[in-house]
């Protein structure tokens, strides 16, 4: 096991990579409620046994209110109190809304996460943004609070679908145009089959995933400005997400190549570049174009957490492995999305 600690305004986050879930209790000696949703439970009972333990709706419908409101009434009948710590275990809709329920019950009781799916934990586990959507608006609603802990047991992958790994795929990638070009050119020389069958390459893989995006998050914690980047090609994505009904990773995808598109456009991004990120993405399994209606995205996408005013902040490459924040104004930005429909 390796431990990293990363350092936030209010807390430290200690990382726990390859370690066990059963050690949890011995690293944190305290009252635990794990949270999990059905899948992950049916396939790792085991784990649970002997926990008082939650079990939510698998999937990103159920990541609302009304979950999170049963979550509260589930931790009054366990009689959790301010000592109680709140475990989140599952991908990211579970590690989303067991930080937002943790955050805001009695005003905030301490929390962590076991991040059981490519995606978790490379990116969503990380970080501190918690919350829900309001019926297609993704993470409308939220807090940003850090959990205290990161336990990564690679056991957890062992059930997850080869759908999910894809999924995950697309935040590495994301990760890569944005800020590491080595990574980018590692990912071109494999495939998700590699990661699956060579664990230490995994491991390595997650590692340095933890560590772009820990890095951004602890320079950046209420994204100021390099959080921003993190945002590169999820305008777009998260448009198309909820509406469409995409996996996170592939709404994501699309969103990339849809990004790339305006850089090439608007920021001397090269074709040829351009062409790779689309190549890297087929090479995954991933998406990247889809049909959709104009309209509603355009509607959505003007809903973005990151509008202000009459222009939207906007993540464009300027080459792989280097982003930036631009600021478009929603004219433009229609126009461009309507052309690229
Ligand atoms: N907070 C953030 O910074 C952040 C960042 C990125 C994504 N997200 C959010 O994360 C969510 C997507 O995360 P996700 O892709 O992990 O989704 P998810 O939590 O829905 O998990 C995907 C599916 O895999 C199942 N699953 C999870 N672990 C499993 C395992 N080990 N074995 C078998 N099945 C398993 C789940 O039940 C679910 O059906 C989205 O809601 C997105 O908005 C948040
Ligand atoms: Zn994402």
């Known amino acids: 096991m390796k431990e990293i600690k990363y350092q936030f305004s209010a807390t430290d986050c200690m990382v726990y990579l ?34 008082k333990t939650i079990v939510v709706k698998a999937g990103e ?57 490519i995606l978790a934990m490379v990116d969503a ?38 759908a ?18 080595a990574l980018f050119a590692w990912l071109q020389d494999k495939s998700v089959a590699y990661f699956q069958q060579n664990p230490d390459a995994l491991a390595i893989l997650i590692e340095k995933n933890v560590t772009i995006k ?32 995409l996996l996170h990773g592939h709404a994501i995808s699309i969103g990339m190549m849809i990004a790339s598109t305006f850089s090439e456009e608007i920021n001397q991004f090269s074709s040829a570049e351009k062409a790779e990120i689309k190549a890297i993405l087929q090479q995954y399994g991933l998406p990247t174009k889809i049909q959709y209606d ?17 222009t939207m902040s906007f993540i464009l490459l300027n080459k792989i492995g280097e982003a930036s924040v631009h600021q478009i104004p929603l004219v433009q930005l229609e126009d461009m999305v309507n052309q690229s429909l």
């Not at 305290?30 to 396939?43: G, P, S």
């Not at 795929?169 to 800020?179: L, N, P, Q």
């Not at 995205?297 to 009459?310: A, I, Q, T, Y």
């Open 18 to 51: 390859g370690a066990s879930f059963g050690s949890l209790q011995d690293l944190v000696p305290l009252n635990l409620i794990f949270i999990t949703d059905e899948n992950v439970f049916r396939h790792h009972t085991e784990k649970f046994e002997g926990h």
């Open 61 to 117: 419908e159920y990541k609302q209110q009304t979950t999170i409101d049963s979550i509260i009434q589930q931790l009054i009948e366990f009689e959790a109190d301010r000592k109680t710590f709140i475990v989140g275990v599952g991908g990211g809709v579970v590690t989303d809304m067991a930080g937002y329920a943790a955050s805001i019950y009695l005003r905030g009781v301490k929390f962590g996460f076991v991040p059981t799916t």
């Open 125 to 162: 586990a990380i970080g501190g943004k918690n919350g829900v959507d309001v019926g297609v608006y993704k993470n409308l609603v939220g807090t940003i609070r850090q959990p205290q802990f990161l336990l990564y047991d690679y056991s957890f992958l062992e059930s997850l679908p080869l």
């Open 164 to 181: 999910q790994w894809i999924n995950g795929f697309a935040e590495i990638i994301k990760h890569a145009c944005i800020k590491d070009a």
């Open 214 to 245: 820990s890095s951004i998050v602890t320079l950046d914690e209420f994204e100021q400005g390099d959080r921003k980047l993190l945002n590169f090609g999820h305008t777009f994505g998260h448009a198309i997400e909820n509406e469409n009904q």
């Open 294 to 310: 104009k309209q509603k995205v355009w509607n959505l996408m003007k809903m973005d957490k990151k509008r202000v005013s009459d």
